[in-house]
């Protein structure tokens, strides 16, 4: 790579010669002074984060591997969620598979979707999304393959979300599987998690089954469970050791305020399309911020992203919800920021939440509000390198290397967002920038 020909015309050639793919001075005078013989051990990486980052509370323990508290309740934690994660391609037509699943566990994926239907003879249990042309793949495949990958990227819990069109005896019949599969893995609440759920830390290495646990799917079998405005008035501990699960309220958001209520002594689950949130947040921003701060919201795509696109994570995570559920087999610049933001933590797949969104007893944030400027964030961009490995070097320019500039954001609550570009360096592959860019 030091010396690149480009062919002007018919008859001319010019040559470019390549810069070293080098370290800037300051950056190698860092790494030398926090490093030894090449290698940056535990602590030097401790004193670098402590002293050149500013991240002064950070431990050996941080250093080494997860920096964020995992001990709170996970009503505390943004939580990587997969929406439908069985399907290859599109809502309509693609196959169904535990491939998917197992690529978003190995990513860190920690909250899987199944849609659970009888199969063609109704005496067993098959995974698709209903009433489309997806092809199906059986229940017992998905489960054994969430078991043996469920934990290869992060040993904090898996949630499995299962959307339940079975009958009580198919119902019964999943219990089981669904015990004997995971065994000892399975988290089995009991009532004192009404009140609070448990933390991360508290559930490593253990699956949770969302929707209804198996002892509920056992008592089906007998009694079809209805869960209407007749529960109001009942001890839900037996029957739903989670909390109770609001619906998707399909009324005027501004007929009825209780799904928004917080209960001192039990914890809630609510589900709202991306529809739904973005006209509640019009008037209910701080409620639902409030909301989350003890309860579990779940955002998942509207019905007519038939392509498997997604939509802006941001909203639901300024506003507190824990799983903004995404199709991982989709694209774009929304999966993009999913990807991102989960990347922190140690890619653990769990991302505490900052802490005004928890601040609780007094004036709750609302995510429209301009605040004052407590930090700004300085980000000096030095080099770019690795681009000639994977594209021809006429992929750009037929004439000449390309041109790079690098462009650097911030994604968050409105006043925050802001883009900023470095200068455009001309005809180099490895562009060395060396330029300071700050949010304010």
Known sequence: MSKQTYRVCFCFRRRFRM????????????????????????????????????????????????????????????????????????????????????????????????????????????????????????????????????????EYPVVITLEDHLTPDLQAKTAEMITQTFGDMLFSPGPECLCEFPSPESLKKRVIISTKPPKEYLHAKDVKIQESDSNKGKDLTKEEPWGREIKSFKVGIDENKDWLRVDPDKVRRLSLSEQELEKAVVTYAKDIVRFTQKNLLRVYPKGTRVDSSNYNPLIGWMHGAQ?????????????????????????????????????????????????????????????????????????????????????????????DVVMKKTKTLEDNWIPNWDEVLSSH
């Not at 998917?100 to 009888?118: C, F, S, T």
């Not at 004052?372 to 490995?389: A, D, F, N, S």
Request: charged share 20%; aromatic share 10%; glycine share 8%.
């Open 19 to 154: 810069a070293a793919a080098e370290a800037p001075a300051d950056i190698k005078a860092i790494f030398d002074e926090y490093s030894e013989n090449g290698v940056m051990s535990v602590d030097q990486m401790r004193r670098f984060l402590v002293e050149v980052q500013r991240e002064e509370n950070t431990t050996l323990e941080d250093a080494q591997a997860v920096h964020h508290d995992m001990n709170a309740p996970l009503s505390h934690y943004f939580i990587y969620t997969g929406h439908n994660s069985y399907l290859t391609g599109n809502q309509l037509s693609s196959d169904c598979s535990d491939v998917p699943i197992i690529k978003a566990l190995h990513n860190g994926v920690r909250v899987i979707e199944l849609d659970i239907w009888p199969n063609s003879t109704k005496d067993n249990i098959n995974v698709l999304h209903g009433r489309t042309l997806t092809t199906p793949v059986e229940l017992i495949k998905c489960l054994r393959s969430i078991k043996e990958h469920a934990f290869t990227a992060s």
């Open 323 to 415: 799983m903004v559920a995404f199709n991982m087999q989709g694209y774009g610049r929304s999966l993009w920021l999913m990807h991102g933001m989960f990347k922190a933590n140690g890619g653990c797949g769990y991302i505490k939440k900052p802490d005004l969104l928890l601040k609780s007893g007094g004036e709750v944030f609302d995510p429209k509000f301009t605040l004052p400027v407590k930090t700004t964030l300085r980000v000096t961009v030095y080099m770019g390198e690795g681009w000639y490995y994977d594209f021809r070097h006429t992929h750009f320019d037929t004439y000449s290397p390309p041109d790079f500039y690098a462009r650097v954001g911030i994604a968050g609550v409105p006043a």
